[in-house]
């Protein structure tokens, strides 16, 4: 069967990102590959951006820590960016299988320039002219997610757990693309974890910047530097499932409604670090968090306590894989400028509410407040942004307390009072 359609600037543009568990066996590839063709003979070019088959990533990981106990992290990264080579490459197979012309890329050859953080990396510019050229000679481009190259040192890098979100939004903004689908194992955006509570409720439509308040308090949907690329460049994203043609959740500009909740998200996979006894003078905030941003921490809620005897306590937040990272450093310092000691809380989470409609409606934190009072909840830190109120509670209380804020706080609607 040949295909269809060759080249023609009118077509819309599409690109699609089809995530771990939507490649993880062959069966699923040809499945992926059949919805890709269903695009394209709908009359529509195609990019798709793919990740490593199933938990890939994380074997390549153990693979590496089983050959050495030593992180190398340029070679890290090369194993790394096999994962998304063998899915990218399998997909272009099935994809000719059903007789439509196909090539994959991988990041450097789509021309996916980054920064040389190993791990870390990120998008600096996307030279895409490989790509439209794959295109306008008709063909099905897939890239391979995640990956990029430094331009000045030629290394090839990573983009950080979930850069495949990153590398298909940065490539539709690029292109440039109509559209972005976001295709994965849920049907959407949820209004909690449906894991967590029963009656979670895939949304519609979500806002860039509730999405990326979401995306960062601990929704795993998208990565949160894929939204900050939709909202820089104006991309609508459409998370939807790859398992049946329903509409997920689109990610825009602007929603029809402004919902004064939209969203609760959470997160088990912060620690606490306190250090105490910190001489209250200036300078002693930045001469701890100095040192910690150079390492590479980064450092999510912080609080400092009222001053007793010229003495106060620090307490911040950090990811726990940087937990130990975070000791070493707060260490160094307590001891420089004779603060009492450092203790690290590993078993505590953290409960956010978002939602658009809190810049004008007032009371939203002692609704919250109250609701985790009555459940008997007691909160360690606060934060909050324009549209957002974050607790840190301990960790065994996390879900009860998303489930009671779910249910106490009208989740959706454009008032709660
Ligand atoms: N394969 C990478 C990961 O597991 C990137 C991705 O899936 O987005 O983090
Ligand atoms: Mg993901």
């Known amino acids: 069967m040949e295909s269809r359609y060759t080249y023609n600037p009118s077509m819309p543009l599409v ?114 002219n ?24 030629k290394n090839v890098t990573t983009l950080g757990r979930g850069g495949s979100d990153a590398t298909a939004v940065a490539l539709a903004a690029a292109l440039p693309a109509d559209l972005c689908e976001i295709f994965t194992d849920v049907d959407g955006v949820f209004t909690a974890d449906p894991r967590v509570v029963d009656d979670a409720r895939k949304l519609d439509e979500v806002t860039f910047e509730e999405m990326l308040e979401l995306a960062s308090a601990g929704a795993g949907v998208l990565m949160p530097r894929s939204v900050e690329f939709g909202r820089r460049f104006n991309i609508p994203i459409h998370v939807r499932s790859s398992f049946h043609e329903g509409d997920g959740t689109w990610v825009k500009e602007e929603t029809m409604e402004q919902a004064v909740v939209r969203g609760i998200a959470h997160d088990v996979s912060e620690a606490k670090v306190t250090v105490y006894g910190v001489p209250d003078t200036p300078g002693v905030a930045a001469s701890l968090f100095e040192p910690l ?103 065994e209380a996390v879900d009860a307390a998303v489930e009671a804020l779910h249910a106490g706080l009208s989740v959706g609607q454009v008032s709660v009072s």
């Open 130 to 153: 490989r790509v439209r050229e794959g295109i306008e000679e008709g063909h099905v481009v897939i890239v391979a997610g995640f990956q990029g190259v430094d331009p000045d040192t």
């Open 293 to 395: 941003a150079s390492a590479g921490v980064n450092v999510d809620m912080i609080v400092q306590n009222v001053s007793q005897d010229g003495l106060t306590d620090i307490s911040f937040t950090v990811p726990s894989a940087s937990a130990d990272l975070a000791r070493l450093e707060a260490e160094a310092v307590a001891s420089a400028v004779g603060a009492r000691g450092v203790s690290i809380d590993d078993t505590v989470g953290k409960v956010s509410v978002v939602g658009i409609g809190m810049k004008t409606e007032s009371g939203i934190a002692a609704r919250m407040f109250r609701i985790l009072s009555d459940e008997g909840i007691n909160i360690e830190m606060i934060s909050t942004s324009p549209i957002r109120i974050s607790c840190v509670v301990s960790q």
């Open 15 to 128: 690109v699609q990102k089809y995530g771990g568990t939507s490649v993880a066996d062959a069966d699923r590839i040809r499945n992926v590959a059949r919805r890709i063709v269903d695009t394209y003979n709908a009359g529509n070019h195609v990019v798709a951006v793919v990740s490593a088959m199933g938990k890939g990533t994380d074997e390549l990981l153990s693979l590496a820590g089983d050959v050495s106990q030593t992180t190398y992290p340029r070679e890290l990264d090369m194993l790394l960016t096999a994962g998304e080579r063998i899915t990218m490459s399998l997909v272009a197979m099935a994809i000719q299988d059903l007789g439509v012309p196909a090539m994959s890329l991988t990041g450097s050859q789509a021309g996916i320039l980054t920064t040389g953080r190993h791990g870390q990396a990120e998008i600096l510019e996307i030279k895409a």
